[in-house]
């Protein structure tokens, strides 16, 4: 498995964001399979992003995720796990990022976050070289967690992985607002990651839509951090094409400088954001967020994958 590492000759992974893709390949092969096989061969990805548990109403009303829900209490899902893994990269060559929660009501006791882990490591041992990093929580304030839980699940799961397999728990809070000064952005991160944490990644989600905080600027924050492991950042949600909080952008230019920001800032991902690879078309409630359904028919997508790809290919 992929060890954290910064190489002579550094190398940031292209990511996509393809979130449903475990419901993708249980009920909507097809569509999953193109959308994979536009991130392999137009994007040039080397990975995909997707969430291992999905469905909830975690933020009252109707739940957005109904659709596209996953059951990890399934008999089944440890099988759904592995298969849609091996099937990304198998049939396209695109590894996995696997981020465990979505929302806290998918795992809202210590008993199902233990369970959760224990799962998602029995699914991911037998293909580990096909997963490149995971991580706990998205977004853990957002989605209702507690550091606590992070450090705990992550432990369990570093425990449960082989050793040095890439575990971040969630994207600091405090850079996503933008407004945090640098001893805040320090705080929380090592706050988050110090000590035991279980951890050995930090996942960004850079500020939108201005990135004042990403990989260049977090990196400089943290020279010196009291961390237990040398810093290893992944950008994990940038703007893009229909990306939400003020992030949505679909101007090639800005997306490639982005990327070229998180390869300067030794960024060891970068994964690339809209709309499509969040809902695939199938958003329950919000019509707006079904404005694409697929990659590649957002406005620009050719462009911004053309200039994607050759900054991959060429760094």
């Not at 957005?64 to 049939?91: F, K």
């Not at 990651?193 to 050995?200: E, L, V």
């Not at 943290?222 to 961390?227: D, F, K, S, T």
């Not at 994964?271 to 199938?282: D, F, K, N």
Request: with cysteine; net charge neutral; aromatic share 10%.
């Amino acid at each position: 498995p992929a060890v954290i590492t910064i190489p002579p000759v550094h190398t940031t992974a292209l990511g996509c964001s393809l979130f449903w893709a475990m419901a993708g390949f249980e009920r909507y092969r097809s569509d999953l399979d193109r959308n994979a096989r536009w991130a392999a061969t137009e994007l040039g990805a080397d990975f995909v992003r997707w969430w291992g548990s999905v469905g909830g109403d975690f933020f009252g009303g109707i739940d957005p995720w109904a659709n596209l829900a996953t059951n990890w209490r399934s008999s089944a899902y440890i099988g759904q796990v592995r298969d849609t893994v091996r099937h990304l990269y198998e049939s396209f060559g695109l590894k996995s990022q696997i981020t465990l929660v979505a929302g806290r009501a998918q795992v809202d006791t210590p008993e199902d976050q233990a369970m959760l882990v224990d799962r998602i490591a029995n699914a991911i041992n037998p293909v580990i070289d096909y997963v490149l990093y995971s991580e706990i929580w998205n977004e853990w304030e957002v989605n209702r967690a507690q550091r606590h839980e992070l450090r705990s699940m992550a432990r369990r799961l570093k425990f449960l992985l082989p050793r040095d397999f890439p575990i971040a728990l969630s994207s600091p809070s405090s850079i996503m607002g933008g407004a945090a000064d640098r001893a805040t952005v320090r705080a929380e991160i090592e706050g988050m990651y110090g000590g035991d944490s279980g951890a050995n990644l930090i996942t960004l989600h850079p500020t939108r839509p201005e990135p004042l905080w990403n990989a260049e600027t977090v990196r400089a924050a943290l020279v010196g951090a009291n961390l237990a492991f040398p810093v290893a950042l992944a950008v994990g949600e940038p703007r893009g094409p229909g990306a939400s909080a003020g992030g949505d952008m679909d101007n090639p230019a800005i997306i490639a400088a982005d990327y070229t920001s998180a390869i300067r800032g030794m960024a060891i991902a970068y994964v690339y954001h809209s709309m499509a690879g969040i809902w695939g078309g199938r958003c329950n409630g919000f019509p707006r967020e079904n404005a694409y359904a697929n990659l590649d028919d957002h406005r620009n997508a050719a462009e911004i994958a053309a200039a994607l790809k050759q900054i991959r290919k060429f760094g």
